[in-house]
């Protein structure tokens, strides 16, 4: 293909009022910041991923009828409710899928020589959703904690990052208002972004979770099967796969939080890649 991130002080608690099992739970409720696992925000794993925790609750996703861009085949808005799940910081880089490499002797994927694009800090692309699964299996074999690539609802609400009703990851402004790139992808002057092809990660602004990049750069895999929402296509539901996200090569109504692509799962391309998901609880 041609190559087109004080405790306010306490007042006195007078303890002749206060009996031992009362001490008890106020011990408990002072502990709670620190226990609650939904107070995390960031995890450190030994194999150089970092993620965020996305709360559980209920996210409104999907785009109204008459929003601009919207393609035929995207979910009108509806509310999902997700159990909270950490997910990658960013886009799964050259160095962390070099590791998996290295450690299993997988195939390469395509453009791993090129020099334009095999930057430890860019993006891995050219990987088919088979080798997205595979890597997210290593993951969990050598960490001894579930990893797996997310699911639609999962990544649209990652991507929104705490915002409801906008099309984008930062709101409602264009990817260029003003002047200001906020994404790396295909516009009427290449290059304008300040990347010609793929960005190393993290160079744009983050979106409400700390999560950059979940507009353009690279498309991602998600792990759901493709179920057609309104124009079908030429395959039977089932066979494809969704990429999320938009890349370096789509146009800014790509970007939208709730546009979806779908291909084969051996597909593989110079702008596909993925990002990973650790549940915080895992399944019995």
Not at 127 to 141: I, P, R
Not at 235 to 242: D, N, Q, S
């Amino acid at each position: 293909m041609k190559y087109l991130e004080k405790l306010p002080r306490s007042r006195e608690l007078k303890s002749a009022n206060r009996n031992p099992k009362t001490w008890f739970f106020l011990f408990c409720w002072l502990l709670l910041p620190i226990c609650n696992p939904a107070q995390a925000q960031e995890v450190v794993e030994s194999q150089g991923l970092r993620f965020r925790l996305i709360p559980g609750g209920t996210y409104l996703l999907g785009s109204p009828a008459a929003e601009p861009g919207r393609y035929a085949d995207e979910a009108l808005p509806h509310r999902v409710t997700l159990a909270s799940f950490y997910i990658a910081v960013t886009e799964t880089t050259n160095a962390q899928y070099g590791r998996f490499l290295k450690a299993t002797e997988h195939p390469a994927p395509l453009y791993w020589e090129d020099k334009n694009l095999n930057n430890p800090s860019q993006p891995v692309l050219g990987v088919s959703w088979h080798d997205a699964v595979a890597f997210t299996q290593w993951l969990t074999q050598v960490t001894g904690v579930p990893h797996r690539l997310p699911t639609e609802a999962e990544w649209e609400a990652a991507a929104r990052g705490g915002l409801t009703g906008q099309p984008f990851p930062w709101g409602a402004e264009a990817p260029d208002a003003g002047g200001v790139y906020r994404a790396n992808y295909q516009t009427s002057n290449p290059g304008a972004t300040g990347f010609r092809l793929t960005a190393p990660v993290e160079s744009f602004p983050a979106n409400g979770f700390g999560l950059d990049d979940m507009a353009g750069n690279v498309a991602e895999w998600c792990l759901d099967r493709y179920t057609p929402l309104g124009t079908g296509g030429p395959f039977k539901p089932g066979v494809l796969r969704l990429l999320k996200g938009g890349s370096w090569l789509s146009r800014a109504r790509d970007l939208r939080a709730a546009a979806r692509q779908s291909v084969p799962p051996h597909y593989a391309d110079g702008f596909i890649g993925f990002r990973v998901v650790r549940p915080l609880y895992s399944s019995p």
